[in-house]
């Protein structure tokens, strides 16, 4: 009697590169790369999990990618809070040198200090 074994072969699940670029993206957004570091965290952790997705189970880094995301999207919050707090300081400082110059100043000048 003949016996046939069939032997297979699983390949060990691999750490998806996009995943850690992602991370590491995420990371350097707040250290050296503000906003543009973001910007590269959200695109290569939305390619990393898309490719996860696909790969059924033979590329890992979902936890990897979904941080990186994360990360991204704050860097992203950050940049535009600290846009809009810059824009309204701006129109703070040139609103109030006009106000301290103009007639505002001249009224001010006028009331008599007791």
């Known amino acids: 009697m003949t016996e046939n074994r069939v032997f297979t ?15 590491i993206s995420g990371i350097a957004n707040f250290i050296v790369l503000p906003f543009f570091g973001a910007i590269a965290a959200l695109i ?22 979904k941080a990186g995301v994360i990360l991204g999207w704050l860097g992203v919050a950050f ?23 103009g007639p505002f100043a001249n009224w001010l000048q006028q009331i008599p200090n007791h």
């Open 44 to 65: 290569s952790g939305y390619i990393a999990k898309d490719e996860i997705k696909k790969s059924n189970g033979s590329v890992e880094g979902d936890g990897l990618a």
């Open 9 to 23: 072969v699983k390949e060990e699940a691999r750490t998806s590169v996009w995943a850690v670029i992602s991370l």
């Open 79 to 101: 940049s535009v809070l600290t846009f809009c707090l810059t824009v309204l300081t701006i129109v703070g400082l040139i609103g109030g040198s006009i106000l301290l110059t």
